[in-house]
């Protein structure tokens, strides 16, 4: 699905990921733990094709193609998605149709058919439902006066309409209370399948006892610095993460 090789960006001259590399096969969930600064956001923006993140060096292939040399549109389309650990609000621009014309930019892209008007309703309207979104809220400009968990679980409405390969999800579970966290939860965990991935980046080790990882990874200062399974969050916690990076 994803193989991260000696990954190197730098923002504004800075070097942030130092030599990252990670591979996620297609069926996996993986996190990524790390303190604040490690550069677990700028991984997300790296692979998604963010302005202002510079690739110095390393290679990062999607299913078997240089995602790198992909604009972020093209990525998307190619089936990576990025749930933001800061939603943006878009006034002015509903809902509804801001996923529904990413939806039919994708298939578009994809040489597929656009959905109809009726078709993606019915899509929205499930996706609403299973991820506890009151439907009126799709219909209102995009995040704009949602509260924080609001806001995540409409980036996992998003996740649902767009069913990506591989989804990178930038600390969902910051601002949720115990329900949303549960609901958003069960959304990660109804993506699961044997041909689709994600990449949990979280500094809690809260939303792990929902969402059971395969893999945890520590990022520290732009690597991997240890790698392990679902019980290494617990460790984490109680040991922190220089104890484990030592
Ligand atoms: P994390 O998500 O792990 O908390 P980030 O990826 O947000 O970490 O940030 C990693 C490092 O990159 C931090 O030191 C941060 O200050 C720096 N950084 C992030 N974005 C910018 C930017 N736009 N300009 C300069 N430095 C940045
Ligand atoms: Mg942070
Ligand atoms: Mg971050």
Known sequence: ????????????????????????????????????????????????????YAV????????????????????????????????????????????RTALNAQRTLRGEPEVSGAEFMKLAKAAAEKLGLPFDMMKR???????????????????????PWLAVLDETDSGLDIDALR?????????????????????YQRLLDYVVPDHIHVLMDGRIVHSGGADLAHKLEAEGYSAIAA
């Open 183 to 203: 609901v958003v939860s069960e959304g990660i965990n109804a993506m699961r399948s044997p041909d689709h991935a994600t990449l949990l980046i979280t500094h």
């Open 141 to 163: 400009a995009v995040n704009q006066g949602f509260s924080g968990g609001e806001k995540k679980r409409n980036e996992m409405v998003q996740m649902h309409v767009l069913k």
């Open 56 to 99: 110095t060096g390393g290679s990062v292939t999607f299913r078997g193609e240089d995602l790198l040399a992909k604009e972020p549109h093209e990525r998307a389309a190619a089936g990576l998605f990025l749930g933001l650990q800061y939603p943006v609000e878009i006034p002015g621009v509903s809902n509804l149709l801001f996923l």
């Open 1 to 52: 699905m994803l193989i991260i090789d000696n990954l190197h960006a730098e923002v504004d001259g800075k070097p942030i990921l130092k030599g990252l590399s990670l591979t996620v096969n297609a069926g996996e969930v993986h996190a990524i733990m790390g303190p604040n600064g490690a550069g677990k956001s700028t991984l997300s923006y790296v692979l998604a094709g963010r302005d202002g």
